[in-house]
Structure formats: C-alpha cells, structure tokens
C-alpha cells in the first residue's frame, strides 16, 4: 500500500488557471471544493483545489483564521504527486509519520498556552462565537468514542485555542536539525480544524511540525484518528 502523501500549492487566481488548464490538457478534470476544506485531503482524491468560500463553509467559525491570514482570497490546490506551477516559491508536503511526541502537555500547561500575545493578536473575532450546532456536533462524537468524562464544551473549547496557540506560538515542539517542530498537543477529540495547520494558515513560520486531524478531518476526509502527519514547506517547486 502507497504511504499517504499530498502535495499543496497555494495560488493566485492567475496561478490557478494556468494549472488547471495544463492539467484539462491531460486530461485531468480537478474538482473543486466549496464547503468542506479539508475533504481535499481524502486518500482517493488525486486532485482538487480549495476556493476561498470553502472557508465560509460548514466550518466557518472554525476556519475564520484564514480571513486574517497572509492566505485569505487565495485558493489552495492540493495532489497527490508534485505539479509544475510556475513562479512557486514553495509547496507543502503532508505525509504519514510515525511520530510520537516524547511530552504531552498537562491540562495547566495547555492552558496556559493562549496567554501568548501573538496568539492574542492573530485570533479572529469569530474564534470566540460558536454555536449550539457545534457543540451537539462534538457531543455526538465524544459519546460515539465513548469518552468517559463528562462533556465539557466550554474546556473542549480551551483545548481547540491551546492547540492553535501552539503552533501560533511554539512551547511544545521537538527540535529537529536546530529548528524547532511544533505539534498538536491533545488526540482528534480535542484539537480543532487541523486544516489551518495542514495548510500552513497556521504555523507556517516552521518549517516542519506534526499535526493531528481533527475530528472533522477523520470524519470528512477519513484521515487515521490520533495519527500525527508530518507537515513540511518545501522551498521552490
């Protein structure tokens, strides 16, 4: 069996047409995805690309960070082998690792971690305004997982923030050749729109960190729940 790989470019409207028509000229349709960013990561998908309403979709809370990102109005094309886009700078790999981080952070420690005034800075106003629909969402999958604790939305929501804040502003990272590799801190339960990490919204000052899908990411995309992927920015294309 083929070890999970993607590749992703992150491109300009211009950008996107001149992909898209070299790849019609194969032959190669590239579906697009307006609702659901992440389902661009499913195994079987050879290829797609992201409009920027996607990240108005079903998770729009959740993916408000692309608004306020370096990313916002562009449109991310993801495939499973490398394509030739001209003027790249760089792409993002996303592939399975055997990782496992050698500390986990207490429940002090992660939340401790959304005190960083660079997490402040960056958060969306949206972040802070979810909705019933959400927590009946994550309610439903907790009892499916048959987690034992009694639900808590409001400390799963500290959770969600403590992960992003970590790859915003790393505490908890391996160091690897010297630089530092953050990663997520918690299980799929517990971490949040992990397509902001995937896709390098989040994060994207390392060169390298380790992400865990979320529980949306196992759901939509039918990515292994609690597996961390390796997540790296190559330079030039």
């Known amino acids: 069996m083929t070890r999970y790989k993607k590749y992703c470019y992150w491109l300009d409207l211009n950008a996107l047409a001149s992909v898209r028509k070299a790849l019609e000229e194969e032959g190669i349709p590239g579906n697009h995805e307006t609702h659901l960013p992440c389902r661009i990561l499913r195994p079987a998908k050879e290829i797609g690309y992201v409009t920027p309403l996607a990240w108005n979709g079903f998770c729009k809370r959740r993916t408000s960070w692309y608004w306020k990102s370096q990313r916002a109005e562009k449109f991310l094309m993801v495939s499973n082998r490398p394509l030739d886009v001209s003027d790249c700078k760089e792409f993002i790999t996303i592939t399975e690792s055997n990782f496992k981080p050698n500390h986990l952070p207490s429940e002090k420690e992660i939340f401790g971690l959304t005190s960083s005034d660079e997490y402040r800075r960056k958060k969306p106003k949206e972040w802070d305004k979810p909705d019933l629909i ?11 997982y048959g987690i034992r604790d009694p639900f808590d939305f409001e400390k799963l929501l500290r959770y969600h ?34 397509c902001l990490e995937f896709f390098n919204i989040l994060g994207d000052q390392c060169r390298l960190k380790y992400v865990t899908p979320c529980i949306g990411a196992v759901k939509f995309a039918g990515l292994p729940i609690n597996h961390y992927f390796e997540v790296k920015t190559v330079e030039g294309c």
């Open 134 to 144: 959400e927590e009946d969402f994550y309610r439903t999958y907790f009892e499916r």
């Open 161 to 194: 923030s403590a992960n992003h804040a970590n790859f915003i502003d790393p505490q908890f990272f391996e160091e690897i050749n010297g630089e530092k590799a953050p990663y997520s801190i918690s299980d799929s339960l517990h971490v949040c729109s992990s």
